[in-house]
């Protein structure tokens, strides 16, 4: 996508009931539509899509724009025309795609669900996310001790564009009590049968690990979850502390299948320097799959004039847990580990950490999990976007023939391998589009400064150079064109 077109549509506010769509005298739907651009779906985006009511329109999307008051309203009829252009280009198979999966052996209609948080904790929340097409929940962790919570108790560290892509939070767990919990896990069983429901617990001893996880089963919770990961707990002897350890995941592991025959996930924590064990600890104590990753510890940042840390709690805070976008790398590293391990590999995975589109939902099906979970996305978009992960999946499956998730499943397993099996006899050199490129230099500030000085920048042309006795092909300057105008041609060393 022209980056031009990129920062526009990031510009977007992605309003509730949009006024954009309200004016549209042809129920073009522009919201919708350049939410999926913004969420990198352009098959979602072009859905139905025919720009011959724009072209005679004369856009009163964009005047009803919240952002037209300030004179800077989004040109919607341009990204129309783009959606357009867009659709041109696809060649998606017209046969259906299969979106389902499974977690432990019980079906899911797709592979996403809440993950076990605030946007998982009562029925209206969790009755709202089924009606638009999320396939199962883990409910908020349930426990049998009371939660005192801060206020505030979130803080985020924000990209140029005013999204979050790093969220901290030092919440603890469901502030209802058991009853209330099972009650919502029965009404949602009668009115949604086919939906799953992952129970999230927590006890403090082997007895309550056992009951929590019989009482939840009983209740008709498909799966039950055990929270051996949660940063945020007063008690340290609890959440993380536990997952920490092998002995005390495999100890609590079996307490808990004491208590049910359905499946048992262990939800673990990034807080450790090496997963597998611990999920191999997991297995011995009865565990079918692996949920990962809850949170990182984490300090967002420090307010350099009052002098407290963030979310601050009357000029304090503490370690609590990140996550959303910037997790990603961490939860597909302990992810691929997990499915690489031989030992591990038949358990089922529920990846999560820092989901927000359907590139990323495919990114953690190849390696390796087969159902996904989300929290922060939803926390900062709403449930809507299920919509976008839904057509865009369905769309990268219809535009490579692939039939059904299963196909994808596990596809770059493989692909990562020890760093002493690395091919080392190739160097890819950066080519100039100078056709695309816009002058800026950046390239060639970048290699002076963080490479090997091998881009000369001509002021006068405003054009980059390459020295190729110089470019190691490290590619930090296609990393930092702003404009995608760097591709790359291979040479054997
Ligand atoms: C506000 C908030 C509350 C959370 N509460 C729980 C919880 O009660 N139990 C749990 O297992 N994980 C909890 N998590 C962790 C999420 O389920 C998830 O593992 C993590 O946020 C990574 O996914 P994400 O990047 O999609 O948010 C919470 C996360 C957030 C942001």
Same mark, same amino acid.
Request: aromatic share 8%.
């Given at each position: ?42 098959? !979602? ?184 990961s ?8 609890? !959440?993380?502390?536990?997952g920490q ?21 262990a939800?673990l924590t990034p807080n450790v320097t090496e997963m597998v064990p611990i999920a191999q600890?997991a ?7 692996i949920?990962a990753i ?36 961490i939860a597909?590293r302990f992810i691929?580990e997990i499915?690489?391990d031989?030992?591990c ?141 760097? !591709? ?6």
């Open positions: 996508m022209d980056w031009l077109v990129k920062n526009e549509i990031n510009r977007c506010l992605l309003c509730a009931e949009a006024p954009c769509s309200k004016a549209c005298p042809y129920q073009v739907e522009p919201d919708r539509r350049i939410r999926s651009l913004y969420f990198e779906n352009p098959y !979602g985006a072009s859905e139905g899509f025919s720009f011959d009511a724009c072209e005679k329109c004369d856009a009163p999307c964009e005047k009803a724009c919240c952002l037209a008051s300030q004179s800077k309203a989004i040109a919607i009829r341009d990204l129309m025309r783009k959606v357009s252009e867009t659709k041109e280009t696809l060649e998606l198979s017209s046969e259906e795609v299969d979106l389902s999966t499974s977690i432990c052996g019980v079906k899911l209609e797709n592979p996403f669900m809440l993950s076990s948080s605030v946007v998982a904790s009562d029925y209206e929340m969790i009755s709202k996310a089924f009606e638009l097409g999320w396939a199962g929940v883990a409910y908020k962790t349930i426990c049998l001790f009371e939660q005192h919570e801060t206020s505030p108790r979130f803080s985020a560290l924000k990209s140029r564009t005013g999204s979050f892509y790093g969220f901290k939070n030092i919440e603890q767990l469901s502030d209802h009590a058991l009853e209330e919990n099972v009650a919502v896990f029965k009404q949602l069983k009668d009115k949604y049968p086919t939906k799953v429901i992952v129970a999230s617990i927590m006890g403090r001893n082997e007895k309550e690990w056992e009951y929590l996880a019989r009482v939840c089963d009983e209740a008709g919770a498909d799966v039950i979850e055990c929270n051996f949660c940063p945020n707990m007063e008690d340290n002897t609890l !959440g993380v502390t536990i350890s092998r002995r005390l995941v495999e100890r609590f592991m079996k307490a808990t299948r004491k208590g049910t025959k359905k499946p048992i996930l939800k600890a297995k011995r104590g009865g565990a079918n799959g949920a809850n949170t990182i510890k984490s300090i967002t940042g420090v307010n350099i004039d009052s002098l407290a840390p963030e979310p601050a709690v009357r000029g304090q805070s503490s370690l609590g847990g990140y996550s959303g976008a910037a997790v990603k790398p597909l691929s499915a690489r031989e030992e590999k038949t358990m089922h995975i529920s990846g999560m950490g820092g989901i927000e589109t359907w590139r990323d939902a495919v990114e953690f099906l190849l390696l390796g999990a087969s159902s996904l979970q989300l929290t922060t996305a939803i926390m900062q978009y709403g449930y809507r976007i299920i919509e976008d992960l839904l057509s865009g999946l369905a769309g990268y499956m219809k535009e490579r023939n692939i039939h059904k998730v299963s196909e994808i499943i596990r596809g770059s397993v493989d692909n990562v391998v020890d760093l002493n099996q690395l091919e080392r006899d190739t160097i890819l050199y950066p080519k100039f589009n100078l056709d695309a490129c816009i002058g800026c230099g950046r390239c060639s500030i970048s290699c002076f400064d963080g490479g090997h000085h091998a881009i000369q920048f001509d002021a006068e042309t405003r054009r980059p150079k390459l020295n190729g006795s110089k470019c190691v092909g490290c590619h930090l300057c296609r990393l930092v064109c702003p404009v995608q105008a760097i !591709g790359t041609v291979r040479k054997r060393i």
